[in-house]
């Protein structure tokens, strides 16, 4: 076995700065860093792409009704709702609802629209809680932690009320990772488990509910499209330019100075990328001091689906969840993982929210390090969302009318055709 | 809360920088972006010779078993977190070429 493992000249190396080992497979980094990724993926359409599918109306709508109403989409984590009776509210306002997503008498996870059955008021007005039934501030209708009735007031008054049909509609939810996922079509085409295939089965072993008892949670309403904000995480190339104040020379340098990728896979509607880690970064006094202070967490392999190429130069991957949720995890010298969610509101604003997921501290310096690393990630975040309401304000001038994308910008290409495959695919079936 | 008025022993020339141990995020965020560069720069230079030694006292607790100077010192370290940025790789308060601080909210 030790023979078959050094002939393929593979072997376990720790990620600097953290507690994960990778396989190593290959040590030829100039190969991964140049390859043409188009030549893997001839399928993707090369050539310019349409500024129209990010400024119209029409387009926009069809997005809504073609991919956001029938994918699976996170609407938090488990952590969220530990108990049974914690409960959190999702609001969707392009999608024309609210949700109540809670922890039920038996455990399980209960998604409902957040709507009386009586007069149609919203019964649950908190972001988040902890109750054994939720009461509409109407009237007083009450509703179970599962969605039904628990009490009609003035019962006697409504003879011909069938209350087995006065519950909180449901929708469809799942799990994955920790992740509670809901999609609003009640017969979802795959269940999750189908709809996120081989990405999902290639990462979910990674440590997604240990990093998670502790968030830094920030959010946003950006003045751009949901996609311009995506665009903006499913590559690298930017790193050197708008963050090379914060993120400094971390992943690229004179062998890579575009941040070239180690690798790009598609899964279908799915994308996962792995970024590069500069052997020549300079950290900066302060995060070398806290070096000292990293959360210890407990050894553990990043899975199969992570780091793929099994290059030694492995900083973090970067998985794009379709539709709307990039997960980064490895996090480099982070430490935990981090989330982009790009909820669309309107054909030109959307929700940005960015969680920074990590291991919990055990001391008080500990905390502090911790700090460092929510401060970097969210000063970074914000130089991409003034960048983004920037670059939208510019598309709406239809000055140019295509944009011209990289080959390391394969993955914003991916994404776009997807969008478009569904909205064909929900066309002729509607037709 | 009540401001703190008192450090561990070692860290009493922190005090005049006592009005910088904010308990929340974003009292930090807010104090820093509104802060003027000479202001921030003081603090820092105040804090930073001290922090080898805050981060080892800090290092013998949990968060929620400091003593309330020790909390006061905790505060001061995570400000200088906050304000580490805008002194090692800005050189002004808040984020160059960014969206206005005040429309990105923290949630703690």
């Given at each position: 076995m030790r023979e078959r493992v050094a002939q393929r000249r593979k072997h376990r190396v720790q990620v600097e700065g953290t507690n994960m080992t990778t396989t190593v497979k290959t040590s030829n980094v100039d190969d991964l860093i140049n390859f043409d990724w188009h030549k893997k993926y001839p399928e993707i359409p090369t050539g310019p792409v349409p500024v129209e599918r990010y400024i119209s109306q029409s387009y926009f709508e069809q997005e809504i009704e073609a991919v956001f109403r029938h994918s699976w989409i996170v609407v938090g984590r488990v952590q969220q709702i530990a108990l049974p009776g914690d409960f959190f509210v999702r609001n969707l306002p392009v999608l024309k609802t609210s949700l109540i997503i809670a922890r039920t008498e038996d455990g399980s996870i209960s998604a409902m629209h957040n709507m009386?059955?009586?007069?149609?008021?919203?019964?649950?007005?908190?972001?988040?809680?902890?109750?054994?039934?939720?009461?509409?501030?109407?009237?007083?209708?009450?509703?179970?932690?599962?969605?039904?009735?628990?009490?009609?007031?003035?019962?006697?008054?409504?003879?011909?009320?069938?209350?087995?049909?006065?519950?909180?509609p449901h929708v469809s939810v799942d799990t994955w990772g920790g992740f509670i996922f809901i999609n609003l079509d009640l017969e979802p085409e795959e269940s999750l488990t189908e709809y996120l295939g081989e990405l999902g089965r290639g990462i979910e072993n990674y440590p997604w509910n240990e990093f998670s008892q502790l968030r830094g949670h920030w959010q946003a309403e950006l003045r751009c499209n949901w996609k311009v904000a995506r665009d903006a995480f499913?590559?690298?190339?930017?790193?050197?330019?708008?963050?090379?104040?914060?993120?400094?020379?971390?992943?690229?340098?004179?062998?890579?100075?575009?941040?070239?990728?180690?690798?790009?896979?598609?899964?279908?509607?799915?994308?996962?990328?792995?970024?590069?880690?500069?052997?020549?970064?300079?950290?900066?006094?302060?995060?070398?001091?806290?070096?000292?202070?990293?959360?210890p967490v407990e050894p553990f392999e990043i899975p199969p689906g992570m780091n793929p190429s099994g290059s030694e130069y492995w900083h973090q991957d970067i998985e794009m969840v379709f539709p709307n949720i990039v997960l980064d995890p490895g996090g480099g010298r982070y430490g935990g993982y981090y989330s982009h969610t790009f909820t669309p509101i309107t054909a030109?604003?959307?929700?940005?929210?960015?969680?920074?997921?990590?291991?919990?501290?055990?001391?008080?310096?500990?905390?502090?390090?911790?700090?460092?690393?929510?401060?970097?990630?969210?000063?970074?975040?914000?130089?991409?969302?003034?960048?983004c309401e920037k670059a939208q304000i510019m598309l709406a001038s239809g000055a140019h009318d295509v944009m011209n994308l990289s080959i390391q910008e394969l993955v914003i290409r991916q994404q776009l055709d997807v969008v478009e495959t569904e909205i064909q695919r929900y066309n002729e079936k509607s037709s | 809360m009540t401001q703190a008025t008192t450090l561990p022993e070692g860290f009493e020339s922190l005090r005049p920088y006592l009005d910088w141990a904010l308990p929340t995020e974003r009292e930090r965020f807010v104090r820093r972006n509104t802060s003027e560069m000479t202001q921030i720069q003081e603090f820092w230079d105040a804090m930073t010779p001290l922090l080898p030694a805050a981060l080892?006292?800090?290092?013998?607790?949990?968060?929620?078993e400091l003593s309330g100077d020790g909390y006061a010192l905790f505060l001061l370290a995570l400000a200088t977190m906050e304000i580490a940025p805008a002194v090692e790789n800005f050189g002004e308060p808040g984020v160059p070429d960014a969206a206005d601080f005040r429309r990105w909210h923290p949630s703690q």
């Amino acid at each position: 076995m030790r023979e078959r493992v050094a002939q393929r000249r593979k072997h376990r190396v720790q990620v600097e700065g953290t507690n994960m080992t990778t396989t190593v497979k290959t040590s030829n980094v100039d190969d991964l860093i140049n390859f043409d990724w188009h030549k893997k993926y001839p399928e993707i359409p090369t050539g310019p792409v349409p500024v129209e599918r990010y400024i119209s109306q029409s387009y926009f709508e069809q997005e809504i009704e073609a991919v956001f109403r029938h994918s699976w989409i996170v609407v938090g984590r488990v952590q969220q709702i530990a108990l049974p009776g914690d409960f959190f509210v999702r609001n969707l306002p392009v999608l024309k609802t609210s949700l109540i997503i809670a922890r039920t008498e038996d455990g399980s996870i209960s998604a409902m629209h957040n709507m009386c059955a009586h007069r149609a008021n919203l019964v649950e007005w908190s972001n988040d809680g902890t109750t054994d039934m939720f009461s509409c501030k109407y009237h007083g209708w009450s509703y179970h932690l599962d969605g039904s009735v628990a009490v009609v007031t003035d019962e006697e008054s409504f003879p011909d009320l069938d209350q087995s049909k006065c519950g909180l509609p449901h929708v469809s939810v799942d799990t994955w990772g920790g992740f509670i996922f809901i999609n609003l079509d009640l017969e979802p085409e795959e269940s999750l488990t189908e709809y996120l295939g081989e990405l999902g089965r290639g990462i979910e072993n990674y440590p997604w509910n240990e990093f998670s008892q502790l968030r830094g949670h920030w959010q946003a309403e950006l003045r751009c499209n949901w996609k311009v904000a995506r665009d903006a995480f499913v590559e690298a190339y930017h790193a050197g330019f708008i963050h090379r104040k914060i993120l400094r020379n971390s992943t690229y340098d004179a062998r890579n100075p575009y941040g070239h990728f180690l690798d790009i896979t598609l899964y279908g509607r799915h994308a996962s990328m792995s970024v590069y880690k500069s052997p020549e970064y300079q950290m900066t006094p302060t995060r070398e001091l806290l070096s000292r202070y990293t959360v210890p967490v407990e050894p553990f392999e990043i899975p199969p689906g992570m780091n793929p190429s099994g290059s030694e130069y492995w900083h973090q991957d970067i998985e794009m969840v379709f539709p709307n949720i990039v997960l980064d995890p490895g996090g480099g010298r982070y430490g935990g993982y981090y989330s982009h969610t790009f909820t669309p509101i309107t054909a030109g604003t959307c929700l940005y929210e960015l969680d920074l997921y990590h291991p919990t501290p055990t001391t008080a310096a500990q905390r502090v390090g911790l700090e460092y690393a929510r401060v970097l990630l969210r000063d970074a975040a914000l130089e991409d969302f003034g960048n983004c309401e920037k670059a939208q304000i510019m598309l709406a001038s239809g000055a140019h009318d295509v944009m011209n994308l990289s080959i390391q910008e394969l993955v914003i290409r991916q994404q776009l055709d997807v969008v478009e495959t569904e909205i064909q695919r929900y066309n002729e079936k509607s037709s | 809360m009540t401001q703190a008025t008192t450090l561990p022993e070692g860290f009493e020339s922190l005090r005049p920088y006592l009005d910088w141990a904010l308990p929340t995020e974003r009292e930090r965020f807010v104090r820093r972006n509104t802060s003027e560069m000479t202001q921030i720069q003081e603090f820092w230079d105040a804090m930073t010779p001290l922090l080898p030694a805050a981060l080892e006292y800090l290092d013998q607790f949990p968060e929620d078993e400091l003593s309330g100077d020790g909390y006061a010192l905790f505060l001061l370290a995570l400000a200088t977190m906050e304000i580490a940025p805008a002194v090692e790789n800005f050189g002004e308060p808040g984020v160059p070429d960014a969206a206005d601080f005040r429309r990105w909210h923290p949630s703690q």
